[in-house]
C-alpha cells in the first residue's frame, strides 16, 4: 500500500484540471488558515513524500499534500513552460479554493519552493516553508546575480533529461540494475548515502508515478548554436525552470511579506553550487565534453543565489529563518524529520522559539507527603 495509516486522498475537481490531495482522517474541514499547511512536491515526485510528517503534526492543525499536474494521481495535463510553474501555482490555488481555504501556511520542496514562491507572487500567504528549493532564478544557465548565460539557455530544460531515466520512468522500472533506474536515483540524489527506510518502495512508487507523455515530464529542447547544443523549449517540467520563464526573485518586492523558512542540507547533489544536475558543472568535470570554460559556461551557484535573495527579502522587511542541516541531502523531511517538524512548527507559530542561550533552571523541591 502507498497510503499510510491515517491518510486518504481524494481528487477534487476545480475549473481547470482535477487534483489528487491527501488529507489526514479526522482532521477539521473549518480549521482556520492559520493552523492550515499544505505541502507541493518537487519534480519526479509526488505527495505521497509528504506523508511521515503528515502524520507526526499536530491534531489540531489542517494539514494536505497537493499533487501538482502531469505527477501522483492529478491529471496529467500539459504544462506551458513559458508561463514559468505558473501553471503549478494556479492549479495550486484552484485547488485551495475549492477547497474553502483562503490562505494556508505553503510548504514546498525542490521544485515545489518554487511554486511556493510564485504562489506568493500572485496570492495571499501566511508563510513559506523552502526544503532544498530551486534558485529563484531557475535550475542552470545564470551567474551568481541571476543574468542569463545565454539567450536561448543553452544546458537547461528538457533537453538534460537522461533519456535512459526516462524511459525507466515510463517503463515502472522499480530495480536498481542501473544508475538511471528511480530507485538508484533515490538513493544518489534525493537522501544522502547514510539514509535507510522501510518506506522505499513507497518513494519510488511516487517517483514512477510521474507523467512521460507530450507536455509533462521531461519537455521538449530545441537546438542551440551554444553549448552543450540544446536550449530550453516550451512545454514540459524542466522548461518551466528554464530563467527565460522562472524568475521569482521578485519576492523581495512583495509589500506583505510572509515569515520564510529556508531548510537544506549541506549534502545536497541536486540543488547545489556544485549540483551534479548542472551541465556546466558536470562540463568542469569533463563528464560531459566540450565544456568551454568557466568564462562562458560556470556553473550554477544556486545556494548562494538562494542566500542572496533571501538576505535581500530580510534587508527589505521580512522575516527569514535558515536551518543548514549537515551531512543531509536533498530531502530533510525524510532524513532529519524531527528537526524539520520543530522547525517548521516554530515557523507558523504554534510553539514557541527556544531561548538561546536558555533561561537557568529552578529548583522545585516537593515534599514527601505531596
Known amino acids: 500500500m502507498t497510503l499510510f495509516d491515517g491518510i486518504t486522498q481524494r481528487v477534487i475537481d476545480t475549473p481547470r484540471l482535477g487534483v489528487n490531495v491527501l488529507e489526514r482522517e479526522g482532521d477539521d474541514t473549518a480549521?482556520?488558515?492559520?493552523?492550515?499547511?499544505?505541502?507541493?512536491?518537487?519534480n519526479v515526485s509526488s505527495s505521497l513524500f509528504w506523508q511521515e510528517v503528515m502524520q507526526d503534526l499536530p491534531s489540531d492543525l489542517r494539514v494536505l499534500a497537493i499533487d501538482l499536474r502531469g505527477f501522483g494521481g492529478t491529471e496529467h495535463a500539459p504544462i506551458d513552460a513559458t508561463?514559468?510553474?505558473?501553471?503549478?501555482?494556479?492549479?495550486?490555488?484552484?485547488?485551495?479554493?475549492?477547497?474553502?481555504?483562503?490562505?494556508?501556511?505553503?510548504?514546498?520542496?525542490?521544485?515545489?519552493?518554487?511554486?511556493?514562491?510564485?504562489?506568493a507572487l500572485d496570492h495571499p500567504v501566511l508563510s513559506m516553508t523552502l526544503q532544498a528549493p530551486v534558485s529563484p532564478y531557475g535550475f542552470g544557465g545564470t551567474r551568481r546575480d541571476g543574468t542569463r548565460l545565454t539567450d536561448d539557455d543553452a544546458g537547461c530544460g528538457g533537453g538534460g533529461a537522461n533519456p535512459d531515466f526516462v524511459e525507466r520512468l515510463n517503463a515502472g522500472d522499480t530495480t536498481d540494475e542501473a544508475p538511471t533506474s528511480p530507485r538508484s536515483v533515490f538513493r544518489s540524489g534525493y537522501v544522502s548515502s547514510g539514509y535507510t527506510t522501510e518506506h522505499e518502495d513507497v518513494w519510488v512508487a511516487s517517483m514512477l508515478s510521474t507523467s512521460?507523455?507530450?507536455?509533462?515530464?521531461?519537455?521538449?529542447?530545441?537546438?542551440?548554436?551554444?553549448?552543450?547544443?540544446?536550449?530550453a523549449g516550451g512545454i514540459g517540467v524542466l522548461n518551466t525552470m528554464a530563467p527565460r520563464y522562472f524568475d521569482v526573485s521578485g519576492i523581495v518586492d512583495?509589500?506583505?511579506?510572509?515569515?520564510?523558512?529556508?531548510?537544506?542540507?549541506?549534502?545536497?547533489?541536486?540543488?547545489?553550487?556544485?549540483?551534479?544536475f548542472d551541465l556546466n558543472h558536470l562540463g568542469a568535470l569533463q563528464i560531459v565534453p566540450g565544456w568551454p570554460g568557466a568564462d562562458i559556461a560556470p556553473a550554477q551557484e544556486m545556494v548562494s543565489q538562494t542566500r542572496d535573495v533571501l538576505e535581500a527579502y530580510r534587508a527589505a522587511?521580512?522575516?527569514?529563518?535558515?536551518?543548514?542541516?549537515?551531512?543531509?541531502?536533498?530531502?530533510?523531511?525524510?532524513?532529519?524529520?524531527?528537526?524539520?517538524?520543530?522547525?517548521?512548527?516554530?515557523?507558523?507559530?504554534?510553539?514557541?522559539?527556544?531561548?538561546?542561550?536558555?533561561?537557568?533552571?529552578?529548583?522545585?523541591?516537593?515534599?514527601?507527603?505531596?
Open 83 to 119: 508561463r514559468g510553474v505558473r501553471d503549478f501555482s494556479d492549479d495550486v490555488f484552484a485547488t485551495l479554493e475549492a477547497l474553502g481555504i483562503p490562505a494556508a501556511h505553503l510548504v514546498g520542496w525542490s521544485m515545489g519552493g518554487g511554486v511556493v514562491m510564485q504562489y
Open 31 to 42: 480549521t482556520p488558515p492559520e493552523r492550515t499547511v499544505v505541502f507541493i512536491h518537487g
Open 317 to 370: 522587511g521580512g522575516s527569514v529563518t535558515e536551518v543548514a542541516l549537515e551531512g543531509v541531502g536533498h530531502s530533510p523531511h525524510l532524513e532529519r524529520p524531527a528537526e524539520f517538524r520543530h522547525a517548521l512548527l516554530e515557523l507558523i507559530g504554534y510553539i514557541g522559539h527556544a531561548q538561546n542561550p536558555a533561561p537557568p533552571t529552578e529548583a522545585i523541591i516537593l515534599r514527601s507527603a505531596d
Open 212 to 231: 512521460t507523455a507530450t507536455g509533462n515530464y521531461p519537455g521538449d529542447a530545441v537546438s542551440s548554436k551554444n553549448w552543450p547544443g540544446f536550449g
Open 254 to 276: 512583495l509589500d506583505d511579506k510572509p515569515p520564510v523558512l529556508w531548510i537544506h542540507g549541506t549534502a545536497d547533489a541536486i540543488v547545489s553550487d556544485a549540483s551534479f
